[in-house]
């Protein structure tokens, strides 16, 4: 039997001794431990590598989607703002606020239509949602308005892409309408329910694409109406019909959509007339139409680009691929990729950076739009990750109409490079609104609980 004390006694054979015996146990642990350290680099160098390889793959991925979000401007008045939350605070003390129309944008266009008139705006927007529930306009998609390549022939209405600004362009050949050859394929009814179903469309898809497009909030059309050959034939008693219900559900219940109108081909007579209707209209309706004769094409192209006028108007769009620009539709909504980020709420979310406005115009504050569900920080949306319940098709496309404020500086600097001073400078922010832009206590109250670290 042998053991460490035993070794120890036995005698030194050539030139072994008992310290040699020392010195190589302690090599042999120095080269154990030597091991281990070398195992120890060689595996924090493989983790680092898997590190850097996982971080560097994160990078990439986020800034391919970095790449492919957007940031939508929507600039509001401090004004406005204070407006549309006291009648956003009636509408919910009345229960007249649905979370579908629980929109900024909705809400002050009726404002708008009433000259801020909370009262009389109220009584508008109760009347709409009794309308949209008497005629179904929730449920208006399911409508197949099968006989519209017939009424095109009598009756050419049609949207073709868009201005300068990124507005959509509607298109009406007011000539060419028969009312009566309409009305022999078609009834007055159905084509009503076919306007209705535009109209909703123009909410659902155009604008949120335009949006998305022009990079900017934008919910109003520019309209080209071609009066060339108007004559007393196209003002039949069902023509007036028509035109009377059409202008109706316009006004009372889509007001403030029009950015602006060029009446096209007007001769002497209808320029006359018209000198006498615009008396009657609103100055600031008024403004917006503009009468044109024959010479109307470098007009419409100081706003409308030739690649998106078409060719008869004196621009370079022909959609011969489409069998001519009436039957088109050309627009970004036709994009499928731009119609992808619509039903995911691009429009209407994340990628919305809102500027607050002085009364004088100048940027005063930003604010990041919340979802109506509470989902989501700033946080998460400025690395760019998604969040899937608001993001879906299903989820509610509303924007909250008082979202937290921040105060900018400089009137160019982007959100993504404001983040500590923000919480401590957001008080004077919401002082300054009240004492020089006139905002009220209420408004400040309502603000100041929302302002949080970016």
Known sequence: MSGPLDRLARPSFEGFTHNDGKKESRSDADNSEGEKKTKIASFKKKAINAGNK???????????????????????????LQAVEAFRQCLLDEDLLPQQHDDYHMMLRFLKARKFDVEKAKLMW????????????????????????????????????????????????????????????????????????????????????????AKRHLDSCTTILDVQGVGLKN????????????????????????????IIN?????????????????????????????????????????????????????????GGCQRSDKGPWKDPTTIKRVLN???????????????????????????????GSDASAESGSEVEDATSPTAPKTLITNPSLT?????????????????????????????TDGAAPELVQCLLPQVHYP
């Not at 979310?349 to 989902?375: C, L």
């Open 407 to 435: 105060p900018v500086h400089e009137e160019h600097m982007h959100p993504r490079l404001l983040f500590a001073p923000l919480l401590k400078k957001a008080s004077l922010l919401l002082t300054r609104l009240w004492t």
């Open 235 to 262: 003002f039949s008693k069902t023509a007036r019909e028509l035109i009377t219900r059409l202008q109706k559900i316009d006004s009372d219940n889509y007001p403030e959509t029009l950015c602006r109108m060029y």
């Open 54 to 80: 996982f971080r560097h793959s994160l990078r990439r991925r986020s800034k391919k989607k970095n790449e492919n979000q957007i940031s939508i401007e929507d600039i509001r008045d401090v004004q406005d």
């Open 126 to 213: 109760s009347d709409m949602l009794a309308w949209r529930k008497e005629f179904g306009t929730d449920n208006i998609e399911e409508f197949d308005y099968s006989e519209l390549n017939e009424v095109m022939k009598y009756y050419p209405q049609f949207y073709h892409g868009v201005d300068k600004d990124g507005r959509p362009v509607y298109v009406e050949l007011i000539g060419k309408v028969d009312a009566n050859k309409v009305v022999q394929v078609t009834t007055i009814d159905r084509y009503v329910k076919y306007h209705v179903k535009e109209f909703e469309k123009c909410f659902q898809m155009r604008f949120p694409a335009c949006s998305i497009a």
């Open 266 to 322: 007007a001769g002497q007579g209808f320029k006359m007339l018209w000198g006498t209707i615009k008396s009657f209209l609103d100055p600031k309706t008024a403004s917006k139409i503009h009468v044109l004769g024959t010479k109307y094409q470098n007009k419409l192209l100081e706003i409308i680009d030739e690649s998106e006028l078409p060719e008869f108007f004196g621009g370079k769009c022909k959609c011969e691929e489409h």
């Open 345 to 375: 709420g691009e429009a209407n979310y994340d990628r919305q950076i809102v500027t607050i406005s002085g009364t004088d115009g100048k940027i005063i504050g930003y604010a990041r739009p919340q979802r109506p569900n509470g989902k």
